[in-house]
């Protein structure tokens, strides 16, 4: 079994020495950045649904006290609650958030 082993780790090597890095830095920061992207929108539907659409007292203060566990921007997503018309479209929402993040704060 140790010879198995032994065997296993030694192809893994050799494979993982011919093969390039799968993401380069600025991939990897893009992918970041995309996810967190996505991570926001998602609350920022969810706080949708929960504030305008159902006016769920609860369930909007369990959303706001999850976004400060997860330490998010309040600013960001009270930008993009109000900002932002048609929370359903990705594009606009991306829009709003790319103004909101080219923001020069003094």
């Known amino acids: 079994m140790l010879f198995f082993a ?14 390039p ?3 380069s830095t ?5 992918c970041r950045l995309r996810n967190d992207r996505q991570s926001y929108f998602s609350v ?9 659409v159902l006016g769920d ?4 203060t369990r959303l706001w006290k999850d976004v400060g566990d997860r ?4 600013g960001r ?4 609650l109000y900002c932002c018309s048609f929370h359903d479209d990705d594009e606009q929402m991306r829009q709003v ?4 993040l080219s923001l020069d704060v003094l």
């Not at 007292?57 to 909007?60: A, H, K, M, S, W």
């Open 6 to 19: 032994g065997t296993i780790m030694a192809t893994t090597q050799r494979s993982s020495e011919k093969l």
């Open 21 to 23: 890095l799968l993401m």
């Open 26 to 30: 600025g991939a990897a920061e893009e």
């Open 44 to 52: 920022v539907r969810d706080l949708v649904l929960a504030q305008f």
């Open 57 to 60: 007292q609860e369930l909007t």
């Open 71 to 74: 330490d998010l921007d309040v």
């Open 77 to 80: 997503i009270v930008n993009l």
């Open 97 to 100: 958030d790319d103004a909101f």
